[in-house]
């Protein structure tokens, strides 16, 4: 048992006697190393997404990013923010937003990347349903009118 | 024992524990009343991830659109900066948690040096971010009809800096109204507000704070690094 753990404990007992659910609330100490050893791991994380997007792993570049801020952000989210030792509703709400976050973003690439592909009209419509985000065209010169004067010549 | 039995209401320094806290007739219990505020900053959480989720899900469609574009783009961001701001706010999370961590034991003093390096660890996230911005003002590098730069292959680039500027925006909003509640629980804590029985506030706003941290995880890499 670490130093840490024992002050915890005796915290705890200095302040009630008895367990949860008596009159006061009892926190859950968690020993120093904890947090330092979860900000060091944070810290090489950085360092090995920076090193590795250093190298071209074409099409993987973007998952392996991913994963690696998703390990980070684990550490935050379990350690940080307690949600190992919490109440588990805590993480079912966190984990439901990233459900309704998945689908949000996976529905919304599926109608862009399938728009209009049932459309038998699509090359008459004026909208440009594979580009619709496509930056202006440089607007063309207009052909300035001829000026009145030299209309008369 | 007496002398233990004394130490129970008392914090190091001899004053009452959070002599104003007390359990609300509605809950059955401290706990009860603990994990009821708990439960309120989680839902807000969810709130806040899915709010973010609209800035996300434009830039993974838009990045799909226009990929050569955005790599392109993003090479006018400085990777090593975006580092030394991730470096920043991941430690701002560790004194945070340690800040928690102090309120959790009563330890006053040991808590507002905690908050104040959270501070200057957002601040400093702030100052580097600043530099950021003004250098993408000065290039021309703004969103939409302000985007100014030549020399770009790809048209489209300017997609990646209005995006880049909400998403990182609101990102800095987040910070600067977290520096505001990081500040108001300082001051609470130099008061003796809080103690082992009562420091909801404290864990709320650090909860509230690593999701920040955690939006930012996931921001550097998309923004700063792939490619």
Redesign the interface.
Known sequence: MTPNKL??HA??H????HG???????????P?KT??G??LT??VF?AI??WV?RI?FGAA??FI??F??TI??SL??L????LLY??K??LL??L???V??AI??GF??FD??HRGSGDPNRNLRVFNVD?P???PKPAEKKAEPPKPAEAHH | MSSHAHAAAADDSGEPKSPQYHVAHHFDSADVQFESNKLGIWLFLAQEVLFFSGLFCAFAIFKNKYFAAFVEAHHHLDWKLGSVNTLALLSSSLTMALAVRAAQRTKKTEGVVYLLLTLGFAAMFMVIKYIEYSHKFHDGLLPGKHFTAHGFVHPEANIYFGIYFMMTGVHGLHVLIGMGLILWITIRMKQGYFSSRYYAPVEGVGLYWHLVDLIWIYLFPLLYLVG
């Open positions: 002050e915890a915290d705890a200095a302040d009630h006697g949860h659910g008596g009159a006061d609330h009892v926190p859950h100490v968690l120093m947090y330092i979860v900000w944070l810290v950085t997404t920076v997007s071209d570049n973007f990013a991913i690696v801020a980070k952000a935050v989210a350690f940080f923010m307690h919490d109440q509703f805590n709400i966190l439901s937003a990233l309704f976050f949000f973003i919304t690439k862009v990347d580009d985000f496509a930056a």
